[in-house]
């Protein structure tokens, strides 16, 4: 189970004076606690390590949206492994790792997906979210909604005495800020002691809606908890529990410096809970460093998988690893007693830093040492300048070994695949050109608007793998002053044009449900346009959505382009 945004002080585990989590803190108490446990600075990259035990540049992982959060098809995942093994695998959640396929989880080793493919999403509450490549309603709140489906599966696999690998990447608690009111009541009127680290308290409200959800988050860590008890599998179930990154917001962090977004310790130390009663001793405190890069081969060693490819799978070749496994730390009665040392790498946006057992040399080339000083805040470089020139000699190199496989080309969004016939090209993947906007900053969960000149356009990079005859369709919405509006799809020579006969305008929706204020979109319902039929060309080209005639103010407002494949087979 995998937290969006909850921050290393965001359990009572760990100190924190208001919240309360005893259903993960018990995963500490029944198993144990890394103490010294490191994933990415953001969303996207750390989702990238645990699936591949390598670090995220290797993937050709570099942003959070746009293309760049997409992990390199080369790239073998420990879905595929567990599956190879004749595991039943499936994710439920946020899965930010690549939306057409083949980069969709069912494409990576993933027999069953639920949730959303996307870097955030606009609202909570029964939202538009898609099971296995189709658009479905979501049910409820989403972290229940995931919870809810996670257990389904569990107990279809217990029925089978079918071993299973559940991936939960719970999508909360990043913004916006909402949660069910039994668990915003508990918090919203507290008060907060004193101020944050870094002399900000970046808004009590924020601070208090993130404490609600994670204390849902607890309620349902506990569901799938109680859920294993109840089947008589919690002996033979591995359970783990950690985060994406630092907290999203200036809030208690144990006193480390940095938040979400950053390579210092507040922005890349999460909590790692890891219980397996009869093997993994209860309570056992592990110190030694250790990061997301290390789950698949702890994972694979723990459970008796194979690391090495069977021929059936789509990577047929195993890349070398940046992870170890940590079996000889969990196992043993005396944890690290024979551990070699490391450095683990934080990299984000350019910027790296890196971690010893007892030291960090940030991005600025500052040292630390994080046994005496978690806050980083006296620097110690021309103390132990030997320290400082060896840190500094290995990220170079990280820099240039790793690094330096990172391609920032834009890649084309893949369409037609036989396999998943239906491709969808969100907004959040388009580029407006003209007087079209998009209607947030935060493309993830975004749509076009204000398409007020007939000049305008949205392009789309694409790479068509199979020519044929596609099926085209526009998840819109107009207004009824603007209905009559004709569109035009077009990728070179091929085209399809439709108008727009009926009306469709419902409200912005979210608001309603914000704890605080909120920095992404809004969001709304979609109807769909059936538009046509044209013939596509294999390769890769622009896919042009033009408005030939706006007969109001403006023409549509735009979510999605549809493709599918007519003749998958041919």
């Known amino acids: 189970m995998l937290a969006d945004d909850q921050g290393w002080g965001d359990l009572s585990l760990h100190g924190n004076p208001i919240l309360k989590t005893p259903r993960i803190d018990s995963l500490a108490r029944d198993g144990a606690e890394l103490l010294n446990f490191y994933v990415c600075p953001v969303c996207s990259p750390t989702r990238a390590e645990l699936l591949t035990g390598r670090y995220h540049p290797r993937g050709g992982v570099y942003s959070t949206s746009a293309g760049g959060e997409r992990l390199d098809l080369g790239e073998r995942t420990i879905a595929e492994v567990f599956r190879a093994a004749g595991y039943a695998t499936a994710a439920f959640g946020k899965w930010h790792n690549g939306l057409q396929w083949p980069y969709h989880p069912n494409a990576r080793g993933f027999d ?25 309603r979501g049910e409820g709140y989403l972290t229940d909604d995931f919870t809810n489906k996670t257990i389904s599966f569990i107990e279809k696999q217990a029925a089978a005495e079918r071993p299973f690998f559940c991936y939960v990447p719970y999508n909360t608690p990043h913004s916006p800020m909402q949660a069910p009111e039994e668990f915003a009541k508990q918090y919203m009127d507290r008060e907060l002691p004193g101020r944050w680290q870094g002399g900000k308290r970046g808004g009590s409200e924020h601070t208090l809606a993130a404490y609600a959800m994670c204390a849902n988050i607890d309620h349902n860590v506990g569901r799938v908890l109680d859920k294993l008890d109840e089947l008589e599998i919690v002996e033979n179930t591995i359970v783990i529990y950690f985060s994406d990154n630092g907290p999203n917001g200036w809030r208690f962090n144990g006193g480390m410096r940095g938040i979400k977004g950053s390579t210092d310790e507040g922005g890349v130390r999460s909590p790692l809970l890891i219980r397996w009663p009869g093997h993994i001793p209860a309570a056992a405190k592990i110190h030694q460093i250790a990061g997301a890069i290390d789950l698949l081969p702890t994972l694979a060693d723990l459970s008796g998988v194979s690391l090495a490819p069977s021929n059936r799978e789509r990577n047929a070749s195993a890349k070398p690893l940046d992870g170890r496994s940590l079996k000889p730390l969990l196992l043993a009665k005396a944890p690290g007693a024979e551990w070699p040392d490391r450095l683990i790498f934080s990299h984000w946006n350019g910027r790296v830093s890196v971690r010893s057992q007892q030291y960090r040399l ?49 890649r084309p969004f893949p369409v037609g695949y036989p396999a998943r016939p239906t491709t969808y090209l969100p907004a959040r993947d388009g580029i407006s050109h003209g007087a079209i906007q998009r209607n947030n900053r935060f493309p993830n969960d975004s749509f076009f608007t204000n398409w007020t000149n007939e000049g305008d356009r949205i392009t789309w990079d694409i790479d068509v793998h199979t020519a044929g005859r596609y099926a085209v369709a526009l998840w819109y919405t107009c207004r009824e002053q603007d209905v009559g509006c004709e569109m035009r799809l077009s990728l070179g020579a091929s085209a399809v044009s439709g108008k727009i006969t009926e009306a469709f305008d419902p409200p912005l929706v979210g608001a309603e449900s914000d704890l605080c204020p909120r920095g992404e979109g ?30 109001g103010e403006r023409a549509i407002d735009i979510r999605d382009v549809r493709l599918t494949l007519l003749d998958p087979h041919r």
């Open 362 to 410: 940030d991005a600025d080339g500052r040292l630390y040492d994080l046994k005496k000083d978690r806050g980083q805040t006296t620097d110690l470089s021309k103390e132990i300048p030997e320290m400082s020139k060896r840190l500094a000699a290995a990220v170079q190199t990280w820099r240039k070994e790793v690094l330096g496989e990172l391609s920032r080309e834009p």
């Open 112 to 136: 069953e997906y639920y949730g959303f493919c996307s870097g955030h999403w606009g609202h909570y509450f029964s939202p538009m979210l898609e099971r296995n490549g189709e658009r479905v």
């Open 522 to 551: 809004y969001v709304k319902d979609w109807r769909e346009f059936a538009f046509g039929e044209f013939q596509l060309p294999a390769g890769r080209g622009t896919l042009t959505l033009a408005a030939t005639k706006i007969a």
